[in-house]
């Protein structure tokens, strides 16, 4: 159960963020400005390529590394395909991780690695192969971190992890994979190198824009905004003891929503699952006739509900980047839900580009998901 008390307590909420969490999500916009400063440092902005890569090669554990790889993989869209690189090993560990290049890759495609470690010796074993095949290496990591050596020694280019303003190096190597600021750092470097190569549309005035929304959604979801005015306690508040079935529409919403299933899951731990409409009406219409149906109800009078946990509800949350007016399944996605008398709660950023609004998106939910992992007793984070 949410303790929906502490949502408008915001000492109680500081109290409870031992991990800083709350601190990553409002510091978004400036880990931006120092990650676009650090890409340009990098000599980013003056790279001149011959032409773009066939393929985008992304490499890094975690899932901040994922989220930038979907994330990238939404935006290029059709300009090149984006594959993940997929770690294996017996423990999710810097030391027992390992990466393998496809055969295919050449001289032609682009390896990107991310990581918030940059002490994993598979990431500097890949970029080693790939330098070996011709391949272009661009690693973002902390700057005095062992890959940092190994992808500037190899003749890739390496771009220093933007730290939080207020962070010493070993506070940040206890930080979180999965905390919004962690997602940005790695991210806008990327998208400025992507930028460079013709494969995104991130200008510089793009990326400040970017940080100018995060800042602006950070002041409408921070923790001293009311629940009543604040989307995302709002959004916390509504999906506590739910099912969350996230279903988007547009091609960055849907990375956006499979990171905030992620991030529910691995922060709050709350489990949700993510589908792209129009298809996540049938994947997930029997959810909401089943057991997990807002109707469903187990009410057997003799049996004994004290020590019962109340079951899980499903409850639908849309989210949306694209323009309306255009073709949109969302009518369908509400007639379904409300068919099923399944509450509905929809995310539809402001007006902007398509960067800003894909900004905005991610920020309210990382927030949200923030808020459940502070507000859940029994987390965590949550000290009573």
Known sequence: MLDETLLDAPDALALADRRGLLRGAAEAGARVRTAARHASEAGIADLHPEGRPRAVLVAGPGTAAVGVADLIGALAGAAAPVVRLQATGVAPAAG??????????????????????????????????????????????????????????????????????????????????????????????LLALLDRVGLIDAPPEALEKVADRLDRTAERCGPAIATYSNPAKTLAAELADSLPLIWTEGNAAGAAGRRFATVLAELAGLPALAAELPEALP??????????????????????????????????????????????????????????????????????????????????????????????????????
Do not use: M
């Open 96 to 189: 027992a991780l390992r990466w393998a290049l496809p055969g295919w890759a050449g001289s032609v495609d682009l390896l990107l690695l991310p990581t918030t470690d940059g002490s994993e010796p598979g990431l500097a074993l890949l970029a080693e192969q790939a330098y070996r095949r011709g391949i272009t290496v661009v690693a973002v990591a902390p700057k005095a971190s062992p890959l940092a050596e190994a992808v500037g020694g190899s003749h890739g280019l390496f771009v220093p992890l933007a730290t939080a303003p207020n962070e010493s190096p070993d506070e940040y190597a206890e930080s979180l994979a999965a905390s919004p600021g962690e997602l940005w750092a790695l991210f806008t470097p």
């Open 283 to 384: 994947a997930h219409g029997v959810l909401l006739a089943g057991d997990f149906a807002a109707g469903a109800d187990p009410d057997d009078f003799f049996r004994d509900r004290v020590e019962e946990q109340q079951a899980l509800r499903a409850r639908v949350v849309l989210l949306r980047d694209r323009p309306a007016g255009g073709l949109t399944a969302a009518p369908a996605a509400r007639e379904l839900a409300l068919s099923h008398e399944t509450a509905i709660s929809e995310l539809e950023p402001e007006e902007g580009g398509d960067l800003e609004t894909l900004a905005e998106l991610l920020a309210v939910t990382d927030f949200a998901a923030v808020y459940l992992a502070l507000a859940t007793p029994g987390h965590p984070d949550h000290s009573h």
